[in-house]
């Protein structure tokens, strides 16, 4: 894609300003930086809830007396649009502020694009909603925890849907990009040869028109449709759709099409009323890790917990266990203690377990679809959650 090829470009010119090597071991400061690197606009993922959550786990955590009476300091900067400038909001962190350890960067092409960087500089990163499994697979993929569930875990539940539902031709619309290829890749080699793929398109998300992929998927005459793609193309995609008469056609939608302000959207979401049931990873909302979180966010912004809201949360919290366990302010070592605490951590987000990679390996899913409450569309979860463990390689 354009932004990571510019990601690339810019990261090559950082590079040939400064020789890239880890922080020399040094004592917890009598502050405590950490990083937060998420959009101040509303796309992707909700980025000023998510900036709020974060907050208030640091808020919590030096309220009960910090790190061995060492305060935590949150160093926000704007993820913006573009993987581009995910990276630049990096390096400033890093080569400003001197920060080793990172909360944020929400897509997965954002950590893409800031991973290699991370890995020179000894900095560790922990994204709270960054899914693609093709994440595990690069030399600095140990400095890039994931604290949401992954890729390769959504992949197997929309595969559980499509085959409990009796679906036997499926069209396949995804984002190119490594977040739609990589559920892309991992529902299809969940599926094997149960079903037949009737079409398989990936298209950009900053089109303005999706009729020639819609036209394919209706020529090609499947029992449903897997989208995977972000509200914002998701948006376009459905209210064509709508206009397309395609609201005949089941459609299975992923976590990134959550959350879409409605109100905004009418002609998508009269699609997603008729049309669409997705999945997103979901809490134990009955936890008192999760009670508890969801109670003090409310009370102190004066609204719900959004999507990923608790895993930015969990991910700040890890982060603090993580220097308390280390004792020093290193990247390193607060990437090798994260990894021995990651084993069964108990947050609000469900029970942690990272892989070497720093990858989640089992998650919870609900079932969302979209209904008209009075004389506005809402979201709701229907059916039973929905528990997946990341086979064994």
């Not at 008192?288 to 917990?305: E, L, T």
């Amino acid at each position: 894609m354009r932004t990571i090829h510019l990601a690339v470009a810019i990261f090559a010119i950082l590079a040939l300003c400064s020789i890239p090597s880890c922080a020399p071991q040094q004592e917890l400061p009598a502050e405590i930086a950490v990083g937060c690197v998420m959009p101040m606009s509303s796309a992707p993922a909700g980025g000023p809830n998510l900036i709020k959550a974060a907050q208030l786990a640091v808020n919590e955590i030096n309220g009960r007396g910090g790190i061995g009476g060492k305060q935590l300091r949150l160093f926000i900067e704007d993820q913006g649009p573009s993987a581009a400038t995910a990276l630049y909001a990096v390096h400033k962190l890093v080569e400003d502020q001197k920060v080793q350890v990172i909360i944020g960067c929400v897509t997965s092409e954002a950590v893409l694009a800031v991973g290699p960087y991370l890995e020179g500089k000894g900095v560790l990163l922990v994204s709270p909603s960054a899914t693609s499994s093709s994440l595990s697979g690069y030399s600095w993929s140990k400095w890039t925890f994931r604290v949401c569930p992954g890729d390769s875990l959504q992949g197997g539940v929309v595969s559980m849907l499509i085959k409990d539902k009796g679906y036997k031709k499926v069209a396949v619309l995804v984002q190119d990009t490594v977040y739609g290829k990589g559920i892309e890749e991992t529902a299809k080699g969940y599926l094997g040869g149960s079903v037949e793929i009737v079409a398989s398109l990936r298209y950009d998300p900053a089109k303005l028109s999706y009729l020639s992929e819609l036209n394919t998927i209706k020529e090609a005459g499947p029992d449903c449709v897997l989208h995977v793609g972000l509200y914002t193309d998701g948006a376009v995609v459905y209210a064509q759709a709508l206009r397309e008469g395609m609201d005949n056609i089941p459609w299975i939608a992923v976590d990134g099409s959550y959350d879409m302000p409605l109100e905004k959207y009418l002609d998508a979401a009269r699609f997603m009323e008729k049309a669409v049931t997705g999945t997103v990873p979901v809490p134990d909302e009955q936890s008192p890790v999760y009670m508890a979180f969801a109670d003090n966010y409310k009370s102190a912004y004066q609204f719900d917990a959004t999507v990923y809201c608790d895993t930015v949360y969990d991910g700040v919290n890890m982060i603090a266990v993580a220097l308390q366990k280390a004792n020093t302010y290193n990247g390193g070592a607060v990437r090798d203690a994260l990894l021995v605490i990651g084993n069964n951590y108990p947050g609000a987000s469900g029970s942690i377990t990272f892989d070497q990679s720093g990858e989640r390996i089992a998650g919870s899913y609900g079932t969302w679809k979209v209904v008209m409450q009075g004389t506005q569309y809402r979201y709701t979860m229907t059916g039973n959650t929905i528990s997946f463990i990341k086979p064994k390689q």
